[in-house]
């Protein structure tokens, strides 16, 4: 059971004060005696970035954050109770909250964590972004991002959340520790398999989803021309290939699409949807042309995951 906070003696304390002997303070506490010893301390640093973000968009948007320590206490106990098995009950006491208070971070922040433990990733991601459009530096809805990502195989936006926690956390953060651990291991994996950085890697993803979603759209000269850039970043992309071998699919040059699905099963002989796709394509004629909905595709860098 927590005990309560050392400085108010009124509610649970949650958070353990380091410039003051590590003793267990409240959240309305730690905010009233925070100074200059506490630097490098997690909610120091995320509240002098909002402080800063709150000048520098003070004439151009309304940035603002509210802390209220007893819905954050509430939120607190509910998740406690979904921790130790008490799902109906915490549930229950996160929705209130919710419905009278979706304006608030911390109760965003709950709901994503609720949709989390009830394997609904999609829904949780949602109420995390909601939380940082309200709090861009609260690192745990960061982390907790980033975890729900991965569970998703999104590798591109786990990248992204992790390195905001790098940025954000602590110098001594715990989870400052596992994010870099996390980006050191995936960094060192997309260079064994790729040659190349972090930074590549991200840019890579970013033409791919845009070359993709063109493809999806029926605009294959446009799509061709991004997967194309894409391998200016990457090397033995199959995916990259396999997606080329669509375009010119859906351009009508069957010759062209069979090159470039042999290379994608060249590079990876295990790549079912260019094969899939090779057999389709292999029943048109010159000039025929493929339907897109009717191919066979999957986004490049989820297999990364699987296999990071």
């Known amino acids: 059971m927590k005990k309560k906070c050392v400085l108010c003696m009124q509610v649970k304390g949650k958070r353990i004060c380091k410039a003051k002997e590590s003793i267990i303070i409240c959240p309305l ?172 890697f991200l840019q890579a993803c970013e033409r791919f989803d845009q070359a993709f979603a063109d493809m999806k759209n029926n605009n294959a000269k446009k799509a061709l021309q991004g997967f194309r850039d894409t391998l200016k970043l990457t090397r033995n992309n199959a995916q990259c290939y396999g997606n080329i071998g669509l375009c010119y699919g859906m351009l009508g040059k069957k010759q062209e699409a069979l090159n470039a699905l042999d290379k994608a099963l060249e590079i990876d002989p295990d790549y079912q949807p260019a094969e899939q796709n090779k057999q389709l394509i292999m029943m048109l004629q010159e000039g025929d042309k493929i339907d897109v909905r009717n191919i066979t595709s999957v986004e490049y860098y989820k297999n990364k995951m699987l296999n990071s």
């Open 29 to 200: 506490c730690c905010a009233e005696i925070r100074d200059d010893e506490c630097k490098g301390c997690t909610y120091y640093i995320q509240a002098e970035q909002y402080a800063k973000k709150q000048v520098k968009t003070k004439k151009t948007k309304h940035f603002i954050a509210e802390f209220n320590p007893e819905v954050e206490d509430e939120v607190a106990k509910a998740l406690e109770l979904i921790e130790n098995g008490n799902l109906d009950q915490g549930e229950n006491i996160i929705l209130n909250l919710f419905s009278e208070r979706p304006d608030l971070y911390v109760v965003q922040y709950g709901m994503g964590l609720l949709h989390a433990v009830k394997g609904d990733y999609v829904g949780s991601i949602k109420h995390f972004d909601r939380c940082l459009d309200i709090f861009p530096y609260f690192v745990y809805a960061w982390f907790n991002k980033a975890v729900t990502h991965e569970k998703l195989l999104d590798l591109k936006n786990t990248i992204i959340s992790y390195k905001k926690v790098e940025e954000y956390a602590g110098s001594d953060d715990e989870i400052k520790n596992k994010a870099r651990e996390f980006l050191d291991n995936i960094e060192q994996h997309i260079f064994e398999s790729d040659g190349i950085d972090l930074e590549t």
